[in-house]
DNA sequence: ATCCACCCCGTACCATACTACAGAGTCAAG
DNA sequence: CTTGACTCTGTAGTATGGTACGGGGTGGAT
């Protein structure tokens, strides 16, 4: 946003930024590499140098992957936020498609727990585990869920 | 099991065996590498033969995968089933280590849905995103969760 | 005899998100 | 001016669960 003269924006290190953002100095490079975090300038010596902006957006990539959005999606929501044609909208439907993706995966992983408890009940005892209805049951048990839980 | 002897098992090539298992060629390959599957006879010309038992063992594995259990976990339920020291009581343990990595797993996401759903109400109408009230929350919302949805 | 689908092995590659390392150069304090 | 912490680049490795490929041999039907 301020470019054009010497401000008094305190520059920082690589290290100095990872640090104040939380995460590591090679994380940093990788976000960079990425696409993530733009190309910082350089001091003579090759240095990256970073304002403060570079430790918000940082924090702010950190937040979103915490709230479980990819790299790519991150890197879409750090468009948006760049992008002045880009509307809420934009914005709420990103959130949208977030919150059923993670509705989806709710959905599946109490299915699959409510498989497993079932199973639970049918093996009680303490008989050897060769014959135990669990082994059995999953042997021959079909399609309560349809894709595995990764995704 | 049944070994010593010619029996009436009828073999197969690993094409029919993953056809029938509903995996890929490559997978089984796969498996057997990965110690999931033990290494079959061969004939003379190095092809793999395979029996019924095979088939259930490729299941089983594709079923245990579908509810949640990582390849290192389906070969620990694999090697349960085929230790005769095993006791039900193992079998029941490692299912209800599962259930609670299921559970723990859905707390998370549904912490991350609040978060998102809040985030969501902040940002009504159809103004320009860069200044979305979401993406600023990001950036300096903290802590709602401390890991990431992995895991 | 020929044909084509199938099989063999070993290795490399996909996505995801980092993390580590080697070997060289730099910065700042003492 | 030396020392030690830091930084640079580029490459490779981690874990997970496969998928693909190249270059060759095999099986069975025609």
């Known amino acids: 946003m301020v470019e054009g003269g ?3 924006t305190v520059t920082m290190t690589i290290g100095q930024v990872a640090r104040k953002a939380g995460i590591g100095v ?7 590499r ?27 990539i950190r937040r979103a992957k ?3 959005f990819t790299l790519r999606e ?4 750090l468009a948006l936020r760049h992008d002045p044609g880009a509307t ?15 509705e989806a995966k709710v ?10 408890l079932s199973l639970g009940e049918t093996c009680q005892g303490h008989g050897p585990a060769t014959d135990c209805p669990i082994l059995e049951a999953i042997d021959r048990d079909d399609g309560v869920e349809a894709t595995p839980p990764d995704a």
Chains 1, 2 share one sequence.
């Not at 090679?26 to 960079?32: I, K, M, P, S």
């Not at 991150?74 to 929501?77: R, W």
């Open 74 to 77: 991150v890197a879409e929501l």
């Open 34 to 60: 990425e696409g993530l975090l733009e190309e910082p300038e350089r001091r003579a010596s090759g240095y990256r140098q970073y304002g403060e902006e570079a430790v918000r957006r940082l924090r702010f």
């Open 66 to 68: 915490e709230l479980g």
């Open 6 to 8: 010497p401000v008094n």
């Open 26 to 32: 090679e994380t940093v490079r990788f976000y960079e």
């Open 107 to 116: 959905r599946d992983l109490q299915m699959i727990r409510a498989v497993l």
């Open 88 to 102: 809420r909208t934009d914005v709420r439907e990103r959130v949208r498609a977030k919150v059923e993706d993670i």
